[in-house]
């Protein structure tokens, strides 16, 4: 069970699965003028960065929720939770490569040294590490141990890499409930 708390901050236990410890460290920074997205960020504007903070969680309850019913982890061994870590840390890297691709607006393309143009390095930084997250959930069978267990996402036909991209269009309906 996750510790709403504890998630996000600089605890890398964040609870247990049937007696296993669950870690991620994925320390999320305050809040604060100086982000990239600061000015047009929908999430509130205290405590930590609720955009970072959103998008890691989703995907982490995609996988290892408090709700067996809903999260694969039941599917992994020790070592392969133990990954989801890994996992999350590329996520992390990969949000924050977002809000600074989002900063530049639609000028996407830079200007070396000689006055050539090309297109932004942190769009090659994009590229790279989802394809890191990729291989990592293809190393971890994520996808089909979700379809074993689920056959798809419930009522939605997404698979995992739609629902890790999109989140679960059903979530605040459950948590409402």
Known sequence: M????????????????SGRTI??????????RDC?????????????????RTYLNTISRAIVNPDPGKGISDQLNDFELQRIDHLMSLHHQRIKFLKLAYSLGFDIETVDKKGGKKIHPIFAEIRAVTKDIEALMKSLELNKKWKKKFGGVQGVGQSIEELLEKGDPNYYQSISE
């Open 2 to 17: 996750e510790d709403p708390l504890r998630t996000n901050q600089l605890y890398p236990t964040i609870g247990t699965d």
């Open 23 to 32: 870690v991620r460290f994925t320390p999320i920074p305050e809040c604060s």
């Open 36 to 52: 990239t997205v600061y000015d047009n960020c929908p999430y509130q504007k205290s405590g930590r960065c609720g955009l970072e």
